[in-house]
């Protein structure tokens, strides 16, 4: 059974940072890509980075030069750095991949920037 869970959330100050990890069971982690998606309040869910399984990165244009995804494929985890943090960078963080050609997503960690 995959299962993806997220953890790091929290409230932060603006300019503040916070690490997301996630936290994978049931697939051979090292083979997989993974992504990191938000979903603000009353928007859609958007795509935030991606990394490849040998390590290629990419990112919404919103968070190049601020945020960085890694993996740590003996801890079969994905983490999300996030630094500079803005307001709009508030909302619920989930990890996701796919296996078997279905989408697997995590339950989600929510990040709030506010002073």
């Known amino acids: 059974q995959v299962q993806l869970v997220e953890s790091g959330g929290g409230l932060v100050q603006p300019g503040g940072s916070l690490r997301l990890s996630c936290a994978t069971s049931?697939?051979?982690?090292?083979?997989?890509?993974m992504a990191w998606y938000r979903q603000a309040p009353g928007k859609q869910r958007e795509l935030v980075a991606t990394?490849?399984?040998?390590?290629?990165?990419n990112y919404a244009d919103s968070v190049k030069g601020r945020f960085a995804i890694s993996r740590d494929n003996a801890k079969n985890t994905v983490y999300l750095q996030m630094n500079s943090l803005k307001p709009e960078d508030t909302a619920v963080y989930y990890c996701k991949t796919q296996h078997t050609g279905r989408d697997y997503w995590g339950q989600g960690t929510q990040v709030t920037v506010s002073s």
């Open positions: 049931g697939i051979i982690f090292v083979f997989y890509p």
């Open positions: 990394i490849t399984n040998d390590g290629n990165t």
